[in-house]
């Protein structure tokens, strides 16, 4: 029930303060989470982006009002929170498929948009296998990028995917290939732990490094703008993703939170999660996803 709470909580704060300048950061806030745990919890369990549902409640009650009263579109805009009429009209008209103008006359089929409703319904019913994996210190070098925290779960954005690319084509997997031997080049994606107050976060693509890794080539790397990677000792809880493409991750983090964190008796924590590519994976297994928890505190 814990997620349940924080999402009416989250609702609730969207809700009381439609008419004021708030975004995702302000409502992560507000339930005692970073930026980016809050994106990527709230978009996996209510299916779009908080930052989305904001706007999308504006433009909704703000297509009412136009219909319903008097109000001029020039002051509809800056009630609802933008600072031109012009972009207020391309927004409105990509949400309603009308102008704000038309959207005055009686008649004009507009787009509604209701607040969310928590509804408690049945998950699971089906298996959800799983391992717990305590690790100790680890290393990987890594080609790293920063992305915006608002990419998180978005079904539009290809950043990262693009990122895997550019790798690609840029022959840094035959790099990082080059640091292992057969058996040892497994591919990690490596997401980083949530930073306090800051809108970014690092995603790295790189392999593991061990007492077998040649530190003269590791050194090369580090010398072509690579960066050593390291993580703590962590608890894992470990899934593996079947499929063709990286929807099944989304699938799978969805999961987590609606099925795995509920009935499991771990929490999620802050820390570097990834996903492993394997040199040498199972048939179908698109990846393996590695998620940091621990045991709940009990109240």
Known sequence: MEWVKLLQTALDYMEAHLLEKISYEDVAREVHMSSY???RTFSLMA???ASEYIRNRRLSLAGQELQMTDIKVIDAAYKYGYETPESFAKA??????????AAKLRGTRLSLFNALVIKITLEGGKNMDYRIV???????AAKVKAFK?????DGENHEIPDFWTACRKEKIFDELYALGQEGKRDIYG?????????????Y??????DADTPVEKVEELLSQGYRIWETGPATYAVFSCFGDDGGCISEMWGRFFKEFL???????????DFEIYFEKGAPGLFCELWIPVTVRKKM
Do not use: A, W
């Open 37 to 39: 745990n809050f994106h």
């Open 149 to 153: 925290n608002e990419i998180i779960n």
């Open 262 to 272: 509920p009935q499991s008796g771990y929490e999620h924590t802050d820390e570097t």
């Open 47 to 49: 299916g779009m982006t």
């Open 134 to 140: 305590d690790t100790g210190n680890m290393r990987f």
């Open 190 to 202: 490596l997401c980083s732990p949530t930073r306090e107050n800051e809108g970014t976060f690092d």
């Open 204 to 209: 790295g693509i790189g392999v593991i490094l």
């Open 92 to 101: 409105f008209s990509r949400f309603h498929g009308v102008t704000p103008k």
